[in-house]
Nanobody, 116 residues
């Protein structure tokens, strides 16, 4: 059974940083594309960052330059570091592992709240 469990969210003041984790079981993450998405209250889910099998990364414009997605194959975990957090970053952050036209797995998310 495949499980993705996100952690690392919480309450942070503007300008702060968080490192989100996505621990995978039942699947080998290096075989998949990994991505982070977020969903704010009343808004649609939006893509945040992706790391493909080769290790190349892509970022949504609003987090580019202040975020890093990386993959720890030894621990089968995907991370998202976000710096300079702002209130508009408040959302539930979800992890996704997928293969194009193949398996597609999602976690349940971790809440990030940015407020003074």
């Amino acid at each position: 059974q495949v499980q993705l469990v996100e952690s690392g969210g919480g309450f942070v003041q503007p300008g702060g940083s968080l490192r989100l984790s996505c621990a995978a079981s039942g699947v080998i993450i290096k075989s998949y594309t990994a991505a982070w998405y977020r969903q704010a209250p009343g808004k649609e889910r939006e893509w945040v960052a992706t790391i493909i099998r080769s290790g190349s990364t892509l970022y949504e414009d609003s987090v580019k330059g202040r975020s890093t997605i990386r993959r720890d194959n030894a621990n089968n975990t995907v991370y998202l570091q976000i710096n300079s957090l702002q209130p508009e970053d408040t959302a539930v952050y979800l992890c996704r592992l997928y293969i194009l036209n193949g398996p597609d797995y999602w976690g349940r998310g971790t809440q990030v709240t940015v407020s003074s």
